[in-house]
């Protein structure tokens, strides 16, 4: 019989927050460069082409002594039955013995970690003093993100917020604003910068010192034209084969990092340009820059590129994070298994 | 917030038994064979090579309306400290929505469902008429698996044990005797075979009707020219790289059939013979047998072959079968996720 913990959405939505995400997932990011945290073998299935699909992603971190897996699954029918279109569900094992530890609802963890990622990758890519960010979607990640990098970046002043479809109404802008200051509130900060809506994609994307693409887009929204010198992106939406946010041509010229080389060659932002032998510059791992084994930015006007498909290291060292934090507030149910 | 069923490994103690694994794991093959059960590509780590070791198997039952994932892990420093040296642990989804249905402690169904692949592996091949079982091997696997064959052939007279280190001491002997007696009771069932241990593997061999390996041996135990015409294997011990039970040369000879082709091929009892081009009959898959696709033992000299490297779609159909069972039963915990 083992006891191991269970941690309900409801439980994590209690003690989360992007602060304790931005550290746990440079903790996944730091372990990945020292060779302490490994990305296992991506399991993929499809029941319906971009309507019905789910992946098991898993790996290890040794030096938090815990390896474990994410099933996470994207069902587009759901929203007709108001059932939540993802579902995340995460199992921790301790690495010393292979006995669980720990069963997570790993859907808030997923928005937490992604955003934190968005914004760890202009933490480190970024020019200091950027004052205008732009948001290239309007969803959950998007939501996140903003929150996670105003959080990094108090002197932002304008975010811009791009929808793809159509202009973000006052409604729905107001919306996002009120999910950004209640992620900011979580971590003890506060909006200041102001909350704009795109009209004209290309003029916003000429004025940006951070760029966010936080899309599920199959081509991209970016021309390469566009942008200008010293513009940094965070390439949040691409985590699978087919999807595009940005230019391809955009890494001709850019300074160009990854959450993982392999996966972002394969499936993420980059696997156009790596297709078409158009990186002119592969740069190494965000959890190089963190541990200094590789240069960031080298001058102002570079352009520099973080790619993020997404490790469940992010997932594994959030979810021992919150595991720490629910046992010191006494929240979450312990069972026997 | 998701609601799901918890069955611990005492609860799921309370309502397993060969039998209701003997018709799960067919209704597993069934389906795999009507092209409704998928088996998803295995992911496999090891921390130190033959001492802790882990995989993750994952696959779905269309048929069931379920997919999931187990993740099950050996190691054999556990002993020294008093954990399980396996630990399994399942996770099951419902396959119109993507939420989670249930978590289980999953190292009792392993047990089960080897068990009763091994007995279906002689239902399906062995003579009719037979009368004396051979079992390579004395842990768990070959309890299970002498339990579930004497279930389905209640006139075999003589089981023969083997302990490839040294002949089975008495205790021991009566010790296995009382677990397979126990097993056959939870079924209605009683031991009416005589138990034996064996000296002369060799000697044995030759008189066995039913031949069942169940080690972890990486070198052949039973030779080629011992075997008699007619005799059926369930080799239930190979299911990584590098095991081996019986001589890759009966595969020269011998009807054979797989639960996976692939896996079998790659890592199965088959895996040498495959490797070595010694494989003069493939037949299908078991599932092929239970739904009259194939043909299985065609004349009493027959040699039969079931290689059996174990599908998690025998446990997902399992854990369906114990999730309806303990519903009935009011077993189990039921938590928010």
């Known amino acids: 019989m083992t006891k191991i913990k269970v941690l309900s959405k409801s439980n994590i939505k209690k003690i989360i927050n992007l602060k304790m995400a931005i550290k746990a997932v440079e903790e996944a990011y730091k372990q990945k460069s020292d060779n ?9 299935y499809e029941y319906e082409h971009n309507v019905f699909d789910l992946d098991i992603r898993s790996g290890n971190l040794k030096d938090s002594n815990a390896y474990g897996l994410k099933m996470i699954s994207y069902n587009e029918n759901n929203s007709k039955i108001s059932i939540p279109v993802i579902n995340a569900t995460a199992l921790i094992f301790n690495d010393r013995t292979g006995e669980p530890l720990a069963l997570l609802n790993a859907e808030t963890i997923t928005s937490y970690r992604t955003g934190a990622a968005a914004a760890i990758g202009a933490k480190l ?17 998007a939501k996140y993100s903003t929150a996670a990098t105003l959080l990094l970046f108090p002197k932002i002043e304008n975010v811009y917020i791009y929808n793809s479809k159509r202009i973000l109404e006052k409604k729905e802008l107001s919306q996002f604003k009120k999910e950004v200051e209640s992620l900011l509130k979580e971590s003890n900060s506060s909006l200041t910068a102001k909350m704009n809506s795109v009209k004209d994609i290309k003029e916003i994307t000429a004025m940006s010192d951070i ?11 970016i021309k390469e034209e566009w942008v200008k010198t010293g513009t940094h992106f965070s390439c949040m939406g691409a985590g699978t084969p087919g999807k595009q946010e940005i230019d391809e041509r955009l890494f001709t010229k850019a300074r160009f990092f990854a959450d993982d080389q392999k996966q972002c060659f394969d499936q993420g932002e980059a696997q156009y340009a790596y297709k078409n032998g158009l990186i002119s510059s592969f740069d190494g791992e965000i959890g190089d820059l963190l541990t200094n084994k590789i240069e960031g930015r080298t001058s102002d006007s570079d352009i520099t590129i973080f790619d993020s498909t997404g490790l469940f290291l992010q997932d594994l060292a959030m979810s021992l994070e919150l595991i720490d934090e629910s046992n010191k507030k006494n929240i979450g149910t312990e069972i026997d298994l």
């Open 36 to 44: 302490k945290g490994e990305v296992w073998p991506l399991v993929f």
């Open 125 to 141: 890519l970024a020019r200091k003093n950027s004052k205008t960010l732009l948001i290239v979607g309007s969803g959950n990640v």
């Open 211 to 221: 760029i966010i693409t936080a899309t599920p887009s199959e081509k991209a929204l």
